[in-house]
């Protein structure tokens, strides 16, 4: 079991340890500006919450039901876009989130989908916001 335990550390990067062990952005926000929830096929539920500012999304959470991996993954979503542009989240793909990672097993590459589909709609969400105000009044969770 030590084994075990030992080959764990040792076989992921510093980057995916500390995503997988961050629980300071997790966090359900209130009255988000974007917020999108999906659920993988393997039951792993990730939501995404957005505030923005102009063009800025200032800040972002997440509230994950999820394996470690799922974890990880929904992290690394929040670590890159707070302070990127809308347009630059637009730009994060399911790639290059198991890049920033390094160490994501090949076969829980899905939960590096399922984070980026929670973000795709969260921002999708932010913009139709913004196009109705009067609905985020009524964007419940």
Same mark, same amino acid.
Not at 9 to 20: D, F, G, N, V
Not at 23 to 51: A, N, R, S
Not at 83 to 107: C, F, R, S
């Given at each position: ?6 080959? @764990? ?13 961050? =629980?300071?952005?997790q966090?359900?926000?209130? !009255? ?16 995404? @919450?957005?505030?923005? @500012?102009?063009? =800025?999304?200032?800040? +972002? ?9 799922? +974890?990880?993954?929904a ?9 990127? =542009? ?11 989130? +198991?890049?920033?990672?390094? =160490?994501?097993?090949?076969?829980? @590459? !899905?939960?590096?989908?399922? +984070? ?21 009044a009524?964007?419940?969770?």
């Amino acid at each position: 079991m030590d084994e075990e335990v030992s080959d @764990f550390w040792q076989s992921h990067s510093l980057k995916y340890l500390e995503m997988a062990f961050r =629980t300071d952005k997790q966090e359900i926000i209130k !009255h988000p500006d974007g917020y999108g929830k999906k659920t993988g096929d393997c039951g792993d539920t990730v939501e995404i @919450f957005l505030v923005a @500012f102009d063009n =800025t999304i200032e800040k +972002a959470s997440n509230y994950i039901n999820g394996c470690m991996n799922t +974890a990880a993954c929904a992290n690394t979503i929040v670590n890159m876009v707070e302070n990127k =542009t809308i347009d630059q989240a637009w730009e994060i793909t399911p790639e290059m989130v +198991a890049g920033y990672l390094e =160490t994501l097993p090949q076969d829980h @590459f !899905h939960c590096a989908e399922l +984070a980026v589909g929670a973000l795709y709609m969260a921002l999708s969400n932010l913009l139709e916001l913004r196009r109705a105000q009067w609905k985020k009044a009524y964007n419940v969770r």
